[in-house]
C-alpha cells in the first residue's frame, strides 16, 4: 500500500476521524502533506506568525512554554494519534507554544481551513475536539503569561526575610479524592488552597478555591481533585529570598505556591504572607528592568550606573543583612539584566530574519555570578548548553545561529556593563557553546586530560547556574558530569596544585603581608578565592551538586566533611570579606574610581583590622585543610 494511502487509512481509523463521512474525511486529507522530524526539533515554535495543525503518525513530542523569569518547561506530551496546534487554532491565535520533537516524528499537515469547514458540518467531530482539556490549557497557559504594572509594595525586609519564615501550614489532598472533600478541607481549614500529594509523598499538584468552584459548576462534586488541579504549579525551595517569589503573586497571579525543601512540601505562599512586609523600590527598578525596551535602558538600571540601586545595597549593608545575602541580591538583579539582554537579542534576531532558536538552549552564568556571590566589580563568565542536534541535516545553519545569537548577548550585556572576560569565557566562543552531549564529552576530557591552564576553565565551568531557557539541559547535564567529575583523580589533583598557587598573605604569627605604600590586599583573589576555592574541592571530591559556596558548606556539614565550627567560621570569614569587597566598591563608585578589588588597610578601623584578619586566618586554614587532605590520599 503506498505511504499516502496507509497514512490516510490510519488517521481514518482514529477516533474522532471515524464519525466523519467519506466526503468529509476526503475534504481534510486531500492537499495534505507528510513531514518527518528529526528529535529536539520544533514542529513549530511559538513565534511563528503562522501555526499548522499536525496529525502525528509516530514518535513523541511536547509543548514548550517560557514564562516571564527565562526558564521554559512542558506541561504536555503529544502522542501518536494526537492533533497538535489545535489548542492555538481554537484559542483564535491568542494563545503560543511550541512544540518539539523528543524523538524522531512522522506528521501528517492539515489545512486549517478545510479542518474548521468539516468542523462546522460535523457537530459530533467538533464536540470532541472542543473538550474541556483546551480551555483548561488556554486558563493554565494565561496564568503563567498575564503581565502586570508592579506596584512599589515592598521594603528591605524583602531581601533578609526568607520564605520559610513567612510561610504557613500546608494542607493536603490526593488527587483521586472528590472536589465535594476538598471543599469541605478548604472551609474546615480557612485555606487559600491545597497541595495535592501522590502516594509516594511527591508533590503532584495545587488546588486553589476558584478551581474548586469552576470544578463545581462543571461537573458537580464528585469529580475528582486530578481532573482540576493545576499539576504544572510553580513551586519555591524554603531558603529563597521574599522577593524573589513575590513576583509569582504580583507578574504572574500565582495563588499558592508549594515551599519546598528538596522535593518535600513544607509549607505554603499566598499573597497574603506577604502583608507584614512594607514598601520598597526594588519591585519598581525590577519591573523597569524586565520592560527595558533597548540595551541603552538597561545599562542605565545596571547596578555601577544606577544610584538607587547603589542605595539600596548600601541600605542592607547598613541595616545588618548578612553581606553573603546581599551578594546574593546583586547577583540575582544581574539575572535579570541578563534575561532582558537575551530577549532583545532574540527580537532582534527574529527582526533580523533569523527567526527562533531552532533547538532549545540553555543559557548559564558561571564564576562568582553562577555562585551567586557578585559585588559590582565583575565581568562576563556565560556560555550556552545545547540541546542536542549534531544528528540533524541543517547542523551548520544551528551552529551558525547560536554563534549569531550569542555575539549580540555577548555584545548586549557589555553595552550594558558588564565587560568581556579577558579569558574568553563567552558564550561567543566556540568552546563555551557546546550540546549537552559535546559538553558531557568536554567534561571527560578535563577529567582525563586537564592541564593547569585547563583547570582554570573547569573551575569557571563547574561553578555554572542557568539563568534563561530550558534548565533541564543545565540539570541532566550535571547529573551526568557529577559522578565522573568526582571519580577524577588527575583532575583532582591538578585542582589542588592551582589551589595553592596563591597563598593566603598571613604570615606564621597571623600578621598581614600587604604591598606597597597604600598597604593595599588584593580581597578577591588573596582571600575570598582561596575559601571559594577549597570548598569546591571538597564540594567535588565528595559528590555535592550545588554551586555557592554557602551551600556546598551546608551540604559538606550534613555529610560529616566538615566539623559545624570550622562551617561556621567560613561563612562568618566569608561575610567579613564580602563586606569589605562591597562597601570598598560603593566607595569607587561614589568617588567615580576605577572598580576594583583592591582593599587598603589605611581604610580599615582597628576592629575591622582585627576582623580582616581573622577572615585570612580562616582562609589559610581551609587552604591548608585541603592540601593536608589531599596529601594524605596520595592517590589523588
Known amino acids: 500500500m503506498p505511504e499516502t494511502l496507509r497514512d490516510k487509512k490510519v488517521i481514518k481509523e482514529t477516533f474522532p476521524f471515524e464519525l466523519l463521512t467519506d466526503e468529509q474525511f476526503e475534504e481534510i486529507t486531500k492537499d495534505s502533506r507528510r513531514f518527518t522530524f528529526r528529535e529536539n526539533e520544533f514542529l513549530f515554535h511559538e513565534e ?5 495543525v499536525f496529525f502525528l503518525l509516530s514518535g513523541l513530542a511536547k509543548n514548550v512554554l517560557h514564562t516571564s523569569d527565562g526558564k521554559q518547561f512542558s506541561v504536555r506530551f503529544y502522542y501518536p494519534g494526537d492533533l497538535i496546534g489545535m489548542l492555538i487554532l481554537l484559542a483564535g491565535g491568542q494563545m503560543n507554544f511550541s512544540v518539539q520533537a523528543m524523538e524522531d516524528c512522522e506528521a501528517v499537515l492539515f489545512r486549517k481551513q478545510a479542518l474548521l469547514k468539516v468542523m462546522k458540518e460535523n457537530q459530533e467531530f467538533s464536540n470532541i475536539l472542543l473538550t474541556e482539556i483546551g480551555e483548561r490549557m488556554k486558563s493554565l497557559y494565561d496564568e503563567i503569561k498575564r503581565e502586570r504594572t508592579v506596584p512599589e509594595t515592598e521594603n528591605l ?8 519564615t513567612i510561610m504557613e501550614k500546608a494542607r493536603f489532598i490526593s488527587p483521586d479524592r472528590s472536589l465535594r472533600e476538598a471543599a469541605k478541607t478548604l472551609s474546615e481549614w480557612k ?4 497541595v495535592a500529594v501522590s502516594r509516594d509523598s511527591k508533590i503532584a499538584g495545587v488546588l486553589t478555591e476558584s478551581q474548586v468552584i469552576r470544578g463545581l459548576i462543571k461537573e458537580g462534586p ?17 531558603d529563597a529570598f521574599s522577593y524573589e517569589v513575590l513576583p509569582l503573586f504580583k507578574d504572574e497571579q500565582t495563588d499558592l505556591v508549594p515551599v519546598l525543601n528538596g522535593t518535600r512540601v513544607v509549607g505554603t505562599l499566598t499573597s497574603e504572607s506577604f502583608l507584614q512586609l512594607q514598601n520598597s523600590g526594588y519591585l519598581s527598578m525590577a519591573h523597569s528592568l524586565q520592560n527595558a525596551p533597548s540595551v541603552e535602558k538597561v545599562l542605565k538600571l545596571s547596578p555601577k550606573n544606577n544610584k538607587q540601586f547603589q542605595t539600596f545595597t548600601e541600605e542592607l549593608l547598613n541595616e545588618r543583612t548578612h553581606p553573603s545575602e546581599v551578594t546574593e541580591f546583586i547577583s540575582n538583579y544581574n539575572d535579570l539584566i541578563h534575561r532582558q539582554i537575551i530577549k532583545l537579542a532574540l527580537q532582534e534576531m527574529k527582526e533580523e530574519g533569523h527567526g527562533p532558536p531552532p533547538v532549545n538552549f ?3 552564568v558561571m564564576g562568582s555570578q553562577g555562585r551567586k556571590e557578585q559585588a559590582f566589580s565583575t565581568d562576563q563568565d556565560n556560555g550556552f548548553i545545547l540541546d542536542n542536534y549534531e544528528h540533524l541535516p541543517h547542523y551548520e545553519q544551528i551552529t551558525d545561529y547560536f554563534q549569531r545569537f550569542a555575539r549580540k548577548i555577548n555584545s548586549g550585556l557589555m553595552r550594558a556593563g558588564f565587560p568581556e572576560c579577558t579569558g574568553g569565557v563567552m558564550a561567543k566562543e566556540k568552546k563555551w557553546s557546546r550540546s549537552i552531549n559535546e559538553w558531557d564529552k568536554e567534561v571527560k576530557r578535563w577529567v582525563k586530560d586537564t592541564d593547569a591552564e585547563e583547570v582554570r576553565d573547569f573551575t569557571i565551568f563547574i561553578d555554572y547556574r542557568p539563568v534563561y531557557g530550558d534548565f533541564a539541559l543545565a540539570e541532566q547535564l550535571r547529573d551526568r558530569i557529577t559522578d565522573k567529575v568526582q571519580q577524577g583523580r588527575i583532575l583532582h589533583a591538578m585542582l589542588m596544585k592551582d589551589t595553592i598557587r596563591f597563598r593566603v598573605p598571613v604570615n606564621p604569627f597571623g600578621r598581614i603581608n600587604y604591598k606597597g605604600r597604600q598597604k593595599n590586599l588584593d580581597i578577591k583573589k588573596s582571600a575570598l578565592m582561596q575559601i571559594v576555592n577549597g570548598v569546591r574541592i571538597f564540594a567535588i571530591r565528595y559528590g555535592v551538586k550545588e554551586t555557592g559556596t554557602l551551600k556546598r558548606l551546608a551540604e559538606l556539614q550534613r555529610l560529616e566533611v566538615f566539623h559545624p565550627r570550622d562551617v561556621k567560621n567560613a561563612k562568618l570569614a566569608m561575610d567579613f570579606l564580602h563586606f569589605f569587597r562591597i562597601r570598598e566598591n560603593l566607595r569607587q563608585l561614589s568617588a567615580r574610581e576605577t572598580l576594583s578589588n583592591q582593599l587598603s588597610a589605611q581604610s580599615l578601623t582597628k576592629d575591622e583590622k582585627k576582623q580582616l584578619r581573622e577572615a585570612l586566618i580562616v582562609a589559610k586554614r581551609l587552604q591548608q585543610m585541603s592540601e593536608l587532605s589531599f596529601a594524605r590520599n596520595r592517590g589523588i
Open 157 to 164: 525586609v524583602l531581601f533578609r526575610t526568607r520564605v520559610h
Open 362 to 364: 540553555c543559557f548559564i
Open 48 to 52: 511563528d506568525d503562522e501555526v499548522e
Open 222 to 238: 464528585d469529580a475528582k481533585v486530578d481532573n482540576w488541579m493545576d499539576k504544572e504549579a510553580r513551586t519555591v525551595q524554603e
Open 191 to 194: 485555606t487559600r488552597g491545597l
